[in-house]
């Protein structure tokens, strides 16, 4: 029997687990690409197409990857006395004395062994398929080997023990053979077999933030002052419960927005995106340096990425998402990754965050001013606070500690974060509580009982300007038709002087006098843009659209902006659908 026969134990593929893992793939690439074909109506159609094209790219990878385990009648894995014989290289054998290191990295869904080899052994290694074609920075170096022990037919803990058995009797065996030779072994050699990484626990910081990340949107949607738009939230429901807005940060002087808007999302695939963004971020990110400093680091690029976002975008740019705090940690990742100067976890920190990273900010040169509906200015600016952060805690992070040190000090920052955000509730809930009371903003809203109703409680707290009040609810009695609408009018009608402006308007409505009639009576150019105003409100009443929106252009443009009649007629032609 030849040696690296000796103790020979092969592991199959768990081919049926791999297909299903490869339909799913391929389901989920079609339903991408219905739809970048059928875009929803309110969605970008280039941003759906930049997201189908990168999961189309990295299908591609992935099916690269997959199908030669799916077709492969090989064993994959080979372990004997002699070696292994590892998936990607089945036709060579790794001897024991090639391993350098080794990590078991584990998550819920994987578990996987990475080598990482000799420089001179990996040089000789070959790949297969067309793995063997695609470049190195995307596979992965050759000195790093992976073993993906959940795709194969057996316990994978049992497969890890007979590794590190036989690796361990191949080093005893070396060392023996040295102190026999009078070599010296290397005083570290223990220390190599020992996984380097920590990958137990789980990332529970990332599970609260994505708990926090649903349950926000669920209340956009549900606390929104528009119904929402196929399951989206409107930017006027966007800005009143906390996006960024350049003009009430700046001038109204509502920072707390940059701490509020990063917590909120636009739409259900914008928070998918970034969920899944922040899954694969705290997967491994979290563990590696605590979930103290991952909080801060996340906290600290979502803040730097509200700020580029106001900064940089359009003044009209209504900012929300959490993607510039998940930028930031994938900068962070990579930056972190020269904590370790060589190895499997060096490659896997940089190739992975590398892969999400650069796609988020290339375009920024290019969209960051064109109104996209994808903020690479706070992906920008993210990026560059946690690259930052990240980059400063290597100087005070001691090799022979698990985590970062100031942990108190990231937690402090974090929680400061959390109860700016929290404590902005109270403005919010006044802004949004102060909306919802506004007669007028029902009454545009198509809340018409509540407009009714609130312009009642106005004519009682507001005598001198009681009669436009009255009006202002029969009209939106009107539009709710309310039969008691006219009954009111006229019991209104009956308490204001006749000799005066604007009974003339009660008139109109009342049927007793005609559009050119009440021009007629006005004396002076705020009651003629008053009468134009409530002219077009008569037209529109009676179903004539088009003389209404000459009428309701014309108040516009004459009747003074500090007036209701103003408002009104923004706000009709807003309705009518006139910019």
Request: charged content about 15%; proline content about 6%; hydrophobic content about 45%.
């Amino acid at each position: 029997m030849k040696p690296e026969e000796l103790r020979r134990t092969e592991y199959v593929y768990n081919k049926g687990k791999l297909l299903l893992v490869f339909l799913v793939m391929v389901a989920t690439t079609a339903g991408a690409i219905w739809l970048g074909f059928h875009p929803p109506r309110d969605k970008d159609p280039h941003a759906i197409w930049f997201f189908v094209s990168l999961w189309l790219a990295l299908f591609c990878i992935l099916a690269s990857l997959a199908l030669p385990k799916l077709l492969s009648k090989r064993p994959g894995l080979i372990i004997s006395t002699a070696g292994i014989r590892a998936p990607n290289f089945p036709d060579q054998i790794l001897p024991w004395s090639a391993i350098r290191s080794f990590d078991r990295v584990q998550a819920k869904y994987s578990d996987v062994i990475v080598l990482h080899l000799e420089p001179i052994a990996a040089r000789t290694l070959t790949r297969q398929w067309l793995v063997g074609r695609l470049p190195e920075w995307l596979t992965g170096s050759r000195a790093k080997v992976s073993i993906p022990l959940q795709v194969l037919r057996g316990n994978p803990n049992t497969i890890f023990d007979q590794f590190v058995e036989l690796l361990s009797e191949a080093y005893e065996a070396e060392r023996q053979a040295m102190q026999e030779d009078g070599s010296i072994a290397p005083n570290d050699e223990d220390e190599a077999l020992e996984p380097a990484l920590n990958s137990g626990g789980h990332p529970i910081f990332t599970y609260i933030l994505l708990a926090t990340l649903i349950a926000v949107y669920a209340a956009e949607l549900t606390f929104g002052l528009e119904p929402p738009v196929a399951g989206t939230p409107t930017n006027w429901t966007l800005f009143v419960l906390g996006g960024t807005f350049r003009q009430s940060i700046v001038e109204h002087g509502q920072w707390w927005r940059l701490f509020t808007a990063p917590f909120m999302h636009g739409g259900i695939l914008h928070l998918a995106f970034n969920c899944v963004s922040l899954w694969f971020a705290g997967g491994l990110f979290e563990r590696l340096i605590g979930w103290r400093w991952f909080a801060a680091i996340f906290f600290a690029s979502a803040l730097g990425g509200s700020v580029a976002s106001v900064w940089i975008n359009a003044p009209n740019t209504i900012g929300v998402g959490a993607s510039g705090g998940i930028v930031g940690l994938f900068a962070a990742v990579i930056a972190a990754s020269f904590r370790f100067r060589s190895g499997p976890i060096a490659d896997t920190l940089r190739i992975g965050a590398a892969q999400i990273l650069i796609p988020s900010l290339l375009p920024f040169l290019s969209a960051a001013r064109g109104g996209e509906n994808i903020d690479y200015a706070g992906h920008f600016g993210g990026a560059l606070i946690g690259a930052a952060l990240s980059s400063l805690l290597l100087a005070f992070w001691p090799r022979e500690r698990p985590t970062p040190r100031f942990g108190a000090a990231a937690t402090a920052f974090s929680t400061l974060f959390v109860i700016i955000a929290a404590a902005s509730l109270w403005p919010i809930s006044n802004t949004r509580q102060f909306i919802v009371n506004d007669p007028m903003a029902n009454y545009f809203a198509g809340k018409y009982e509540q407009a009714a109703t609130g312009f009642a409680v106005r004519t009682a707290e507001n005598p001198p300007t009681a009669p436009y009040y009255h009006l202002w609810r029969f009209m939106a009695q009107s539009r709710g038709n309310d039969t008691k609408a006219i009954a009111d009018l006229k019991i209104a009608a009956s308490k204001t002087d006749q000799g005066t402006w604007p009974y003339p308007v009660f008139s109109l409505f009342l049927g007793d006098l005609k559009p050119d009639e009440l021009m007629a009576k006005a004396a002076d150019s705020n009651q003629r843009c008053e009468a134009t105003f409530y002219n077009g409100e008569w037209y529109l009443l009676g179903g004539n659209t088009q003389e209404a929106r000459q009428r309701f252009e014309a108040a516009l443009s004459s009747c003074p902006t500090t007036y209701m009649e103003y408002d009104g007629a923004k706000g009709e032609l807003n309705s009518l659908g006139v910019q």
